[in-house]
């Protein structure tokens, strides 16, 4: 059984950081390309960022880039998203997946985990 477990969201102020962990379980995360979404209120889940299997490629939302570093732990099969220069509009539930196919929607993705919450107070 697959599992996709998110931690690290919580409450910061605007300009502060935060680390978001996904752990995986019942899949090996080298075999996957992996990203986190973000689903905001009032909004539809959007893309964040990705990482392709080998970690060698990484891409980001424009929203982020230059904020937020994804990166993986392959021997704790964990796979993480630094978050910095946080801005109240990253307030949101942050969701990790599985990369199915190449693409940042999340129907080229499977796997979710059961996100974690990410409020940015201004």
């Known amino acids: 059984q697959v599992q996709l477990v998110e931690s690290g969201g919580g409450l910061v102020q605007a300009g502060g950081s935060l680390r978001l962990s996904c752990a995986a379980s019942?899949?090996?995360?080298?075999?996957?390309?992996m990203g986190w979404f973000r689903q905001r209120p009032g909004k539809e889940r959007e893309f964040v960022a990705a990482t392709s299997w080998s970690g060698g490629s990484t891409s980001y939302a424009d929203s982020v880039k230059g904020r937020c570093t994804i990166s993986r732990d392959n021997a704790k099969n964990t796979v993480y998203l630094q978050m910095n220069s946080l801005k109240p509009e990253d307030t949101g539930v942050y969701y990790c997946?599985?990369?199915?196919?190449?693409?940042?929607?999340?129907?080229?993705?499977?796997?979710w985990g059961q996100g974690t919450q990410v409020t940015v107070s201004a």
């Open positions: 997946a599985a990369r199915l196919r190449s693409g940042t929607t999340p129907e080229d993705f499977r796997f």
């Open positions: 019942g899949l090996t995360i080298t075999s996957f390309g």
